[in-house]
Protein backbone atom coordinates (compact mmCIF):
# COMPACT_ATOMS: atom_id res chain seq x y z
CA UNK A 1 0.00 0.00 0.00
CA UNK A 2 1.02 3.60 -0.58
CA UNK A 3 2.09 5.77 2.23
CA UNK A 4 0.52 8.98 2.43
CA UNK A 5 1.89 12.19 2.50
CA UNK A 6 1.35 13.99 5.47
CA UNK A 7 0.35 18.32 4.75
CA UNK A 8 0.39 20.76 7.64
CA UNK A 9 -1.00 24.28 6.06
CA UNK A 10 -0.50 27.67 7.60
CA UNK A 11 -1.93 31.21 6.53
CA UNK A 12 -3.71 34.05 8.23
CA UNK A 13 -7.21 33.33 5.74
CA UNK A 14 -8.76 30.24 7.05
CA UNK A 15 -11.06 30.06 4.21
CA UNK A 16 -8.41 29.83 1.96
CA UNK A 17 -7.11 26.88 4.48
CA UNK A 18 -10.57 25.13 3.58
CA UNK A 19 -9.77 25.59 -0.48
CA UNK A 20 -6.59 24.35 -0.17
CA UNK A 21 -7.54 21.76 2.15
CA UNK A 22 -10.56 20.67 -0.08
CA UNK A 23 -7.90 20.42 -3.42
CA UNK A 24 -5.48 18.00 -1.06
CA UNK A 25 -8.49 15.76 -0.42
CA UNK A 26 -9.10 14.88 -3.95
CA UNK A 27 -5.70 13.29 -4.16
CA UNK A 28 -5.83 9.89 -2.35
CA UNK A 29 -2.15 9.74 -1.60
CA UNK A 30 -2.46 13.47 0.36
CA UNK A 31 -4.09 14.25 3.94
CA UNK A 32 -3.96 17.06 5.90
CA UNK A 33 -2.97 17.18 9.22
CA UNK A 34 -3.84 20.26 10.93
CA UNK A 35 -3.35 23.80 9.96
CA UNK A 36 -1.85 27.19 11.49
CA UNK A 37 -3.33 31.06 11.45
CA UNK A 38 -0.16 32.48 12.55
CA UNK A 39 3.59 32.28 12.16
CA UNK A 40 4.15 31.59 16.14
CA UNK A 41 1.46 28.74 15.61
CA UNK A 42 3.76 26.99 13.26
CA UNK A 43 7.02 27.41 15.42
CA UNK A 44 4.89 25.99 18.20
CA UNK A 45 3.60 23.27 15.75
CA UNK A 46 6.94 22.55 14.07
CA UNK A 47 8.13 22.34 17.79
CA UNK A 48 5.72 19.81 18.93
CA UNK A 49 7.08 16.41 19.11
CA UNK A 50 3.62 15.02 17.22
CA UNK A 51 4.99 16.97 13.97
CA UNK A 52 4.71 14.19 11.58
CA UNK A 53 3.95 16.51 8.37
CA UNK A 54 6.22 15.41 5.52
CA UNK A 55 5.39 18.68 3.40
CA UNK A 56 4.53 22.42 5.11
CA UNK A 57 2.14 25.02 2.65
CA UNK A 58 3.53 28.04 3.91
CA UNK A 59 2.38 31.81 3.35
CA UNK A 60 4.57 34.72 3.72
CA UNK A 61 2.63 37.23 5.06
CA UNK A 62 0.75 36.07 8.34
CA UNK A 63 0.85 37.72 11.85
CA UNK A 64 3.00 37.60 14.85
CA UNK A 65 5.16 36.04 12.64
CA UNK A 66 5.50 35.77 8.91
CA UNK A 67 6.74 33.23 6.64
CA UNK A 68 10.22 34.71 6.22
CA UNK A 69 10.63 34.82 9.85
CA UNK A 70 9.71 31.44 10.17
CA UNK A 71 12.08 30.38 7.79
CA UNK A 72 14.81 31.58 9.03
CA UNK A 73 13.92 30.33 12.44
CA UNK A 74 13.89 26.96 10.40
CA UNK A 75 17.06 27.42 9.15
CA UNK A 76 18.82 28.87 12.18
CA UNK A 77 18.11 25.80 13.87
CA UNK A 78 18.58 23.38 11.07
CA UNK A 79 14.92 22.63 11.25
CA UNK A 80 14.51 20.02 8.19
CA UNK A 81 10.63 20.49 7.36
CA UNK A 82 9.86 20.39 3.46
CA UNK A 83 8.77 23.34 2.97
CA UNK A 84 6.24 24.99 -0.21
CA UNK A 85 5.47 28.90 -0.09
CA UNK A 86 2.39 29.74 -0.94
CA UNK A 87 1.97 33.76 -1.55
CA UNK A 88 0.21 36.43 -3.72
CA UNK A 89 3.84 37.86 -4.57
CA UNK A 90 4.91 36.59 -7.64
CA UNK A 91 8.31 38.87 -7.77
CA UNK A 92 11.16 36.16 -8.57
CA UNK A 93 13.34 38.52 -6.11
CA UNK A 94 11.38 37.29 -3.13
CA UNK A 95 10.90 33.80 -4.78
CA UNK A 96 15.21 33.74 -4.57
CA UNK A 97 15.08 34.79 -1.32
CA UNK A 98 12.58 31.86 -0.33
CA UNK A 99 15.02 29.80 -1.27
CA UNK A 100 17.83 30.49 0.15
CA UNK A 101 15.71 30.49 3.47
CA UNK A 102 15.22 27.09 2.39
CA UNK A 103 11.93 26.50 1.12
CA UNK A 104 11.99 23.53 -2.00
CA UNK A 105 8.99 24.99 -3.94
CA UNK A 106 7.29 28.39 -4.62
CA UNK A 107 3.18 28.78 -5.69
CA UNK A 108 1.37 32.04 -6.18
CA UNK A 109 -2.63 31.52 -4.69
CA UNK A 110 -3.54 32.53 -8.56
CA UNK A 111 -2.00 28.88 -9.89
CA UNK A 112 -2.67 26.79 -6.25
CA UNK A 113 -5.88 24.77 -7.41
CA UNK A 114 -3.77 23.70 -10.72
CA UNK A 115 -0.29 23.03 -8.84
CA UNK A 116 -0.94 22.67 -5.34
CA UNK A 117 -0.90 18.44 -5.61
CA UNK A 118 1.87 17.98 -7.93
CA UNK A 119 3.88 20.38 -5.99
CA UNK A 120 3.37 18.66 -2.66
CA UNK A 121 4.23 15.40 -4.22
CA UNK A 122 7.42 16.90 -6.04
CA UNK A 123 8.71 18.11 -2.96
CA UNK A 124 8.03 15.16 -0.91
CA UNK A 125 10.12 13.01 -3.61
CA UNK A 126 12.84 15.63 -2.82
CA UNK A 127 12.27 17.81 -5.92
CA UNK A 128 12.18 21.91 -6.33
CA UNK A 129 8.92 23.01 -7.34
CA UNK A 130 7.24 25.70 -9.23
CA UNK A 131 3.81 27.06 -10.26
CA UNK A 132 4.23 27.84 -13.99
CA UNK A 133 3.78 31.42 -14.12
CA UNK A 134 7.37 31.74 -12.60
CA UNK A 135 8.91 29.61 -14.80
CA UNK A 136 9.70 32.67 -17.43
CA UNK A 137 11.04 35.00 -14.74
CA UNK A 138 12.81 32.54 -13.29
CA UNK A 139 15.36 31.21 -16.27
CA UNK A 140 15.59 35.33 -17.35
CA UNK A 141 16.73 36.46 -13.63
CA UNK A 142 18.08 33.31 -12.22
CA UNK A 143 19.38 31.37 -15.24
CA UNK A 144 22.31 29.53 -14.16
CA UNK A 145 21.76 30.08 -10.77
CA UNK A 146 22.27 26.90 -8.52
CA UNK A 147 18.98 27.68 -5.58
CA UNK A 148 17.00 26.74 -9.00
CA UNK A 149 18.88 23.55 -10.19
CA UNK A 150 20.07 21.09 -6.98
CA UNK A 151 24.01 20.69 -8.18
CA UNK A 152 25.86 22.09 -10.58
CA UNK A 153 24.90 22.45 -14.20
CA UNK A 154 25.57 19.84 -16.22
CA UNK A 155 28.64 20.13 -18.70
CA UNK A 156 29.17 20.41 -22.52
CA UNK A 157 29.89 16.47 -22.81
CA UNK A 158 26.13 15.89 -21.42
CA UNK A 159 24.90 17.11 -24.52
CA UNK A 160 26.45 14.21 -26.89
CA UNK A 161 24.45 11.95 -24.98
CA UNK A 162 21.27 13.29 -26.39
CA UNK A 163 19.83 11.40 -28.80
CA UNK A 164 18.20 13.61 -31.86
CA UNK A 165 14.52 12.99 -30.79
CA UNK A 166 15.76 14.12 -27.22
CA UNK A 167 16.95 17.17 -28.52
CA UNK A 168 14.02 17.90 -30.26
CA UNK A 169 12.03 17.05 -27.08
CA UNK A 170 14.04 19.66 -25.33
CA UNK A 171 13.89 22.28 -27.97
CA UNK A 172 9.48 22.34 -27.71
CA UNK A 173 9.84 21.94 -23.99
CA UNK A 174 12.15 25.03 -23.99
CA UNK A 175 9.54 27.15 -26.21
CA UNK A 176 6.88 26.27 -23.44
CA UNK A 177 4.66 23.34 -25.46
CA UNK A 178 2.99 20.94 -23.24
CA UNK A 179 3.14 16.89 -23.45
CA UNK A 180 0.04 16.39 -25.50
CA UNK A 181 1.04 19.37 -27.74
CA UNK A 182 4.84 17.41 -28.15
CA UNK A 183 3.16 14.37 -29.18
CA UNK A 184 0.93 15.88 -31.28
CA UNK A 185 4.14 18.04 -33.21
CA UNK A 186 6.33 14.57 -33.32
CA UNK A 187 3.93 11.98 -33.89
CA UNK A 188 4.60 10.26 -30.69
CA UNK A 189 2.54 9.17 -27.78
CA UNK A 190 2.08 10.96 -24.64
CA UNK A 191 3.66 8.13 -22.66
CA UNK A 192 6.61 8.06 -25.12
CA UNK A 193 7.00 11.99 -24.55
CA UNK A 194 6.92 11.57 -21.21
CA UNK A 195 9.89 8.98 -21.20
CA UNK A 196 11.95 11.25 -23.19
CA UNK A 197 11.48 13.80 -20.48
CA UNK A 198 12.44 11.87 -17.63
CA UNK A 199 15.56 10.67 -19.82
CA UNK A 200 16.54 14.04 -20.09
CA UNK A 201 16.23 15.14 -16.63
CA UNK A 202 18.17 11.83 -16.21
CA UNK A 203 21.33 12.57 -18.48
CA UNK A 204 21.25 16.56 -17.73
CA UNK A 205 21.31 16.13 -14.09
CA UNK A 206 18.98 18.73 -13.54
CA UNK A 207 15.50 18.18 -11.36
CA UNK A 208 12.75 20.15 -13.21
CA UNK A 209 11.50 22.08 -16.10
CA UNK A 210 13.02 25.08 -15.69
CA UNK A 211 16.91 23.14 -15.64
CA UNK A 212 15.53 21.98 -18.81
CA UNK A 213 15.32 25.31 -20.34
CA UNK A 214 18.57 26.79 -18.43
CA UNK A 215 20.66 24.45 -20.04
CA UNK A 216 18.88 24.56 -23.41
CA UNK A 217 19.52 28.55 -23.07
CA UNK A 218 23.33 27.77 -22.02
CA UNK A 219 24.00 25.53 -24.63
CA UNK A 220 22.06 27.35 -27.44
CA UNK A 221 19.73 24.55 -28.07
CA UNK A 222 16.98 27.36 -28.28
Not at 61 to 88: A, H
Request: glycine letters at 6%; hydrophobic letters at 40%.
Amino acid sequence: MKEKIYVHVADDHKILIEGIIAVINTDEDIETIGYSLTGKEVIDWVNNKDNKADVLILDITMPVLDGIEVLTYFKERNIKQKVIILSSYDDVKIVQEMLSLGCKGYITKNNAGEHIIEGIKAVHRGEQYFSSDLHKDLIDILSGHKLIVDGEMPEDMLLEELTERELKVLRLISKEYNTTEIADMLNLAISTVKTYRKSLLRKLKVKNVVGLVMYAMKHKII
